[in-house]
């Protein structure tokens, strides 16, 4: 069953609904390599505003040992709260949901629907840093489909289409 988006975004239906269907098939740690890839691809979108960017680097850090069966989903989900702490602090709605993508990146190890929402931060993230490009969204889309396709090839995942 496809997932909604639990937030809302202006997005690429189409692209969207392809990546759900790889995602749908794909294991919680390759999930967990895409949202962080996916995070850091829009932490590029910062404005201006200073911010201490140490939190989130500690909970990329954190879901990577996770990955490798090394730090606990408790681990996992502090961090993960750490990171929202830190996106509430922000002064810019594009800082605060660029943050928020990675807070949902690090929750992967925690629960593996993080990833549709990470991606979906992702995607409001440049709603907000280029407003009404939907071309900016659906190279983002793109991007993320592509990545995640790289991710399960090297894994050597199959993902099954209908």
Known sequence: MP??????IVDDSDLRAEIDNIYAQTDQA???KWAIKCAKNVL??????????????IGFEINR???AGKA???EVR???????ELARACSTEVTKNAIRTAGQA????????????CADYAIKTIGLAFPKDLNRIKAERTWQLETLKKIIAKEGEEP???
């Open 3 to 8: 997932t909604i988006p639990k937030i809302k």
């Open 30 to 32: 390759s999930l967990a």
């Open 44 to 57: 590029t979108c910062l404005p201006d505003e200073i911010i201490d960017l140490s939190v989130v680097e």
């Open 65 to 67: 040992r996770w990955q």
């Open 72 to 74: 606990s989903v408790h």
């Open 78 to 84: 502090q961090a993960g709260f750490r990171i929202h």
């Open 106 to 117: 690090v929750g992967v190890g925690h629960m593996r629907e993080h990833a549709m929402v």
């Open 160 to 162: 099954q289409t209908e």
